[in-house]
């Protein structure tokens, strides 16, 4: 998962709209992306903030970043927090989110497991892979207070990850075009998407 950092690439986190805790305002103002990533993948608790606190920071400063480079999706981080209003997400962070509202507690997951079988097939991918990757995650998500915790299990993260980097050209392609047509459809009040209505920016 660790991939050398661009060089010459800095983006310092200047808004206040994701505020995790104060002690996360208090540090995130003054560090990039880049140097927020690093300790996050440290692991290891810093300048007051557990391991847990760093990866939601950067999960929340990433899409930011790679949209304002068009770094294109450089990198692969779990969805450690929900993103606020008007932050900008990934492809591969609003798969996550798709996933996540598919599988949450109380839905049919039986129309979202076949729509992301068919990704996995059309990505001659063994459906195993994914369908041992929704099992975790369901059950996980059914663990935890806040859904998005789920993706800090490195067991949920790592068989997604598997399964995503196997079958990413078709997935990419799939949400892309979602999230395409939603914003095309944004002034027809009575829009309604097969998939839940996520916006590549959060409202």
Request: aromatic share 10%; net charge negative; proline share 5%.
């Amino acid at each position: 998962m660790k991939k050398p950092l661009p060089s010459g690439v800095s983006f310092t986190w200047k808004s206040t709209i994701c505020a995790l805790t104060q002690r996360v305002n208090r540090v995130k103002d003054d560090l990039s992306f880049e140097e927020v990533l690093q300790v996050a993948q440290a692991k290891e608790e810093h300048a007051g903030l557990t391991p847990a606190e760093w990866l939601r920071l950067a999960s929340l400063m990433y899409g930011a970043w790679a949209r304002a480079y068009k770094q294109d999706d450089p990198y692969l981080l779990p969805l450690a927090a929900i993103p606020g209003p008007a932050m900008f997400m990934s492809t591969s962070q609003a798969a996550q989110l798709f996933l996540t509202r598919h599988f949450s507690k109380g839905r049919d997951t039986a129309p979202a497991t076949d729509l992301w079988l068919g990704m996995t097939r059309q990505s001659d991918c063994r459906e195993d892979i994914f369908l041992e990757f929704r099992d975790l995650l369901t059950t996980t998500i059914a663990k935890e207070r806040y859904p998005e915790d789920a993706w800090q299990h490195e067991a949920v993260f790592g068989t997604f990850a598997h399964w995503y980097l196997a079958c990413r050209d078709a997935v990419d392609a799939q949400v892309e075009g979602v999230l395409h047509r939603h914003h095309e459809r944004l002034a027809d009040p009575v829009a309604e998407l097969e998939w839940p209505a996520i916006s590549r920016y959060q409202h």
